[in-house]
């Protein structure tokens, strides 16, 4: 799943959390600590773990030792850290590395697919129970009952007309087959994209999907 993604891309160390169980600053600088490096670059993958990471990046040199730091590159889904490591160069110098990582994020939009556990009114679109959601960036966009209208439109409003390629990432709870009928979709709505699909193995979300 991702965490097989983040360390063929080179990352160290995975601290697991996700929607419900965010991680805390304490993990975060026990995977630092782990790491064994004088400037570690943490990507928090998610809004919710932003401000924790940058509270473990605080106490890093106290909690850590000596000149031992923690960097913090501001990814709010788990594509735009994708998107961050594919702008590393390792080797580099920690802040400009930072700097090329950070500037990646804004060239990653995310799509999430899941379902709704209740009825609500969502930035004035009315969800039922069971229905399908769409997101982008966090952003409730989309809901009804099928998953290939729903993700369409979600990826309509994350630009996938002028993009060049999509990531479908699946949930742990999508089966292969089921993964490449929606890539199939996916495809023949935006002819223009070139349309990738990798597992995922994420709670929750039947499928992630990163716009570049």
Do not use: C, W
Request: aromatic fraction near 4%; charged fraction near 20%; hydrophobic fraction near 45%.
């Amino acid at each position: 799943g991702f965490a097989s993604v983040f360390r063929g891309l080179g990352v160290s160390e995975v601290v697991f959390g996700g929607q419900t169980m965010n991680p805390s600053a304490q993990e975060i600088l026990d995977a630092a600590r782990r790491a064994h490096a004088r400037t570690v670059i943490v990507l928090p993958n998610n809004g919710n773990v932003v401000l924790t990471a940058k509270q473990a990046s605080a106490v890093a040199a106290d909690t850590l030792g000596g000149d031992r730091r923690i960097l913090v590159v501001g990814s709010r889904t788990v594509p735009q850290g994708i998107g961050a490591m594919m702008a590393m160069t390792f080797g580099a110098d920690p802040e400009a590395i930072v700097s090329a990582m950070t500037g990646a994020l804004t060239s990653v939009r995310t799509v999430e697919v899941t379902r709704a556990i209740r009825d609500v009114s969502i930035n004035e679109i009315d969800v039922r129970v069971g229905d399908v959601l769409g997101l982008v960036d966090d952003e409730v966009v989309a809901a009804g009952t099928e998953i290939d209208e729903v993700a369409a439109r979600s990826l309509e409003l994350a630009g996938a007309r002028t993009a060049e390629l999509v990531t479908i990432y699946r949930g742990a709870d999508v089966s292969g087959s089921d993964a490449s009928r929606f890539s199939e979709a996916v495809q023949t709505r935006f002819p223009n994209l070139a349309v990738e699909s990798m597992t995922g193995g994420q709670p929750h979300y039947d499928f992630i999907i990163s716009v570049e």
